[in-house]
């Protein structure tokens, strides 16, 4: 199954859109999960009908901050589990199939104080889960300073805390396709 997560960090631009059709033309995702649309729901829905998505679930942005969106196409079943400020969670199994996993999308906040407790959330609700859990998206934190660069250096408290995150959740860094580094500017 093939999804695309990504950091738009605005889906209203015009480049956003031909990209986004791009990537949906070239790739064909039956998933995609989009943060930081920046739009209200009638806007996002708009670019989504473009690609061809059927279905979705939108968390409106806070003002002109975040916004998720879950699009999937028909050959898809999902239920929305649970969604936030700064997640969507689905169940997902593909039609003709008896496999069910949850998708956890998510755009964490660049604050370390919330961001900690938005890990913990996050652990508590993928312990509750029976199903295997995919958790993609926007961490807005790095494992080692050499996935960086650009800007200042990252705490090693602020690593730990992400790595923690990464270990307690027996969770694994799948990387990036095409981009060196997670995080650049």
Not at 26 to 49: D, G, M, Y
Not at 87 to 94: L, Q, T, Y
Not at 117 to 126: A, K, N, R, V
Request: glycine share 8%.
């Amino acid at each position: 199954m093939r999804t695309i997560v990504w950091n738009c960090r605005s889906l209203g631009r015009p480049l956003t859109i031909h990209t986004l059709k791009g990537i949906c033309k070239s790739h064909s995702p039956e998933i995609v999960f989009i943060s930081e649309t920046k739009n209200q729901s009638r806007q996002v829905e708009a670019k989504l009908r473009v690609c061809d998505y059927e279905n979705w679930h939108i968390v409106n942005p806070a003002g002109v901050a975040g916004g998720l969106v879950l699009g999937w196409k028909d050959s898809i079943n999902i239920q929305i589990i649970n969604s936030g400020e700064f997640f969507v969670a689905a169940e997902i199994k593909e039609v003709g199939s008896s496999e069910v996993w949850v998708f956890i999308g998510i755009h964490l906040s660049c604050s370390e104080q919330i961001r900690s407790l938005q890990f913990e959330e996050l652990t508590t609700m993928s312990q509750h889960l029976e199903e295997k859990v995919v958790i993609a998206g926007d961490f807005n934190a790095i494992t080692s300073q050499a996935k960086k660069e650009g800007g200042g250096q990252k705490s090693a408290t602020t690593i730990a805390t992400f790595t923690n995150f990464i270990d307690s959740n027996k969770l694994v860094d799948i990387g990036m396709v095409e981009r060196p580094f997670m995080w650049t500017n």
